[in-house]
């Protein structure tokens, strides 16, 4: 049993004499910064932080021998000198200066934290590395408390993502860059999940994985952006790959700006149909979103890992349910051909909001819907209120989601939706006319997800006034309470919509969402959904369709929870740890 010596000091305090110490092997200096074991040890004391580094049991309940002191709990090891561990799932032991004079044990109960910051970021690599979750939270919770930028955060997971996976960019780094987009509207604390499951799933998609290996750009800054667009979407078209990165990399060292660089990689992507399932479209806008984060200056490091995907994406129009029994791929292609000319065209007719022509989008004869479309342009409607209309479409799919429908189907409709927000901020960026076939191809997805909305369930609002409480708390607490049974699709619905009607904040009904999703151990799509649903809500803020797309990201979270929760339970840990709490003891 350890001697116990309580001190508040911050100067050298007695701990003890040589010979005492001797006997008793190590004595446990308590309160101040925290309890410190001090041991005696081949001839030499040494003083370290009594919390094993891992999950914080007694380290004076461990051994040492050989100069290695062992934790009992997990069997972490660590050089007694130097506090350093010998094994990754532990962190290092803080150590502390401890002196021999007259005869007595002298400790000084401070240490060195001037390069707390560069371990961590260590550590949080290492966790990556190694795909040890408890590591990955503790890193981010150490970071966070010192006053470290998320961005910062955000950069060290996008450079780890985006080279140690050679099929490039994929759900782990668009995971973390919807969450890095969700953090605006989080505070202290609640931002540590967003981070920790965005750089978790980034850990878990590079796991095994070849690093990507870089190319050069060409050795000239004198080819005209035109020329480098002409070329790209030549080497997409062919599949090229090594073709398509020189290309886009020469842009970059030529400076090209960020607009010039999506409009690139956008204009090739939309050369095909929906390709990949929208998953190209998305991820590209999604890349963007990240260099928004973390700095353009690193476009040659983010944008590269990219181009595998679009160059072997599928292309949709090789697909049957595009061709039949409606051939959609002559009816968009003789479209595109009009399209310089009804961009040109405008009778000055005032845009009447999204709603009317969403409501075409998501019918079933895709000729009136293209009809719609070209409509809209002639009466001078932007490229920008198509694609909100279009977005707001790709929402009432899933808002209309009838559960009678396969459970694997709620992911149809996501991607659609997913592709056509990630299309209307990619548009924000660029005006150029090449994207607005995105559009048309966005609409036809919605047209052949039509299906899924027969029966089409009904909104809340439809099936009669909504009973329950009224107060905002009652309310959030009766939503996440839902979630923990499952398929509560519409009693979650209805929650969100009597929330909005009378009129509550929503941004807690923001981070409530947050909190359900964050709890959970959520599949790719539903951070997906969540953050694109956001985001489209503030687009429409204002009108009756953003409740509409509130409706559809509530059902979809309902629909996917609960799951075991495992995640965060990792993450619970690591904050308790480092709030000091002893996990050995009963709660």
């Not at 509530?554 to 996917?560: E, G, N, V």
Request: proline share 5%; with cysteine.
């Amino acid at each position: 049993m350890a001697h116990t010596v309580h001190t508040t000091s911050t100067e050298a305090i007695r701990v003890a004499s040589v010979e005492e110490l001797k006997q008793q092997g190590c004595i446990v200096v308590t309160e101040g910064p925290g309890p410190i074991a001090v041991f005696y040890h081949d001839g030499n004391v040494h003083a370290v932080d009594n919390r094993c580094p891992h999950m914080g049991f007694p380290l004076h309940r461990g051994t040492v021998q050989d100069g290695i002191l062992t934790c009992h709990w997990h069997h972490a090891q660590f050089d007694l000198v130097s506090g350093c561990t010998f094994n990754l799932f532990a962190d290092d032991v803080p150590t502390y200066p401890v002196e021999v004079r007259d005869g007595g044990v002298y400790l000084t109960p401070l240490r060195d934290r001037s390069g707390e910051v560069a371990y961590w970021k260590q550590r949080l690599q290492e966790g990556l590395e190694q795909s040890i979750t408890l590591v990955i939270a503790k890193a981010i919770i150490a970071l966070l408390k010192a006053g470290i930028p998320y961005q910062e955060i955000v950069d060290i997971g996008a450079k780890y993502g985006v080279r140690y996976r050679a099929a490039g960019w994929g759900s782990g780094l668009t995971i973390l860059t919807a969450m890095a987009n969700l953090l605006p509207y989080l505070h202290g604390e609640e931002r540590i999940l967003p981070l920790y499951q965005g750089l978790l799933h980034v850990a878990f998609d590079c796991d095994g994985q070849p690093p990507r290996f870089d190319l050069q750009p060409l050795s000239t800054t004198q080819i005209p952006m035109a020329t480098l667009k002409r070329w790209f979407r030549h080497f997409v078209e062919v599949r090229d790959q090594e073709g398509a990165t020189r290309c886009l990399l020469t842009a970059v060292n030529g400076g090209a700006s960020p607009a010039q660089l999506i409009d690139l990689m956008l204009a090739a992507a939309t050369d095909h149909f929906f390709l990949d399932g929208g998953h190209a479209l998305d991820f590209i806008n999604k890349a963007s979103e990240m260099l928004d984060h973390i700095g353009w200056e690193h476009a040659t490091t983010v944008l590269p890992s990219l181009i595998r995907q679009v160059c072997t994406a599928r292309r949709s129009e090789e697909l049957n349910s595009w061709r039949h029994p409606i051939d959609l791929v002559p009816l968009l292609r003789k479209t595109f051909e009009e399209l310089p000319s009804l961009l040109a065209a405008s009778n000055g007719a005032p845009w009447p909001g999204p709603a009317a022509l969403a409501e075409v989008i998501v019918g079933d004869d895709p000729h009136a819907t293209v009809d719609a479309l070209k409509q809209s342009l002639r009466n001078g409607a932007t490229p920008l209120q198509l694609s909100q209309a279009l977005a707001y479409a790709a929402a009432l799919r899933i808002a209309r989601f009838h559960t009678q429908n396969e459970f694997g189907d709620w992911i149809t409709v996501l991607h659609t939706f997913t592709y056509c927000n990630a299309l209307h901020q990619a548009l924000k960026r660029t005006g150029s006319p090449d994207l607005v076939r995105g559009i048309f191809h966005g609409a036809m997805r919605v047209y052949l997800d039509r299906f899924l909305n027969i029966p089409p369930a009904r909104l809340p609002g439809e099936r009669g006034e909504v009973d329950g409480p009224s107060g905002a708390d009652d309310l959030l607490d009766g939503f996440l309470e839902a979630l923990d049974t499952q398929q509560q699709v519409d009693e979650a619905s209805g929650i969100v919509h009597r929330y909005v009607s009378l009129g509550h904040p929503v941004d807690r009904l923001f981070r409530t969402f947050a909190q359900a999703l964050l709890r959970e151990d959520a599949e790719f799509h539903s951070f997906q959904m969540l953050e694109a649903g956001l985001r489209q809500y503030e687009e429409l803020k204002g009108t009756a369709e953003s409740e509409h797309v509130l409706i559809a990201a509530a059902r979809y979270l309902a629909a996917h929870a609960p799951t075991q929760r495992t995640l965060n339970q990792t993450a619970r840990i690591a904050m308790r740890l480092n709030r000091g709490e002893a996990l050995y003891e009963e709660e």
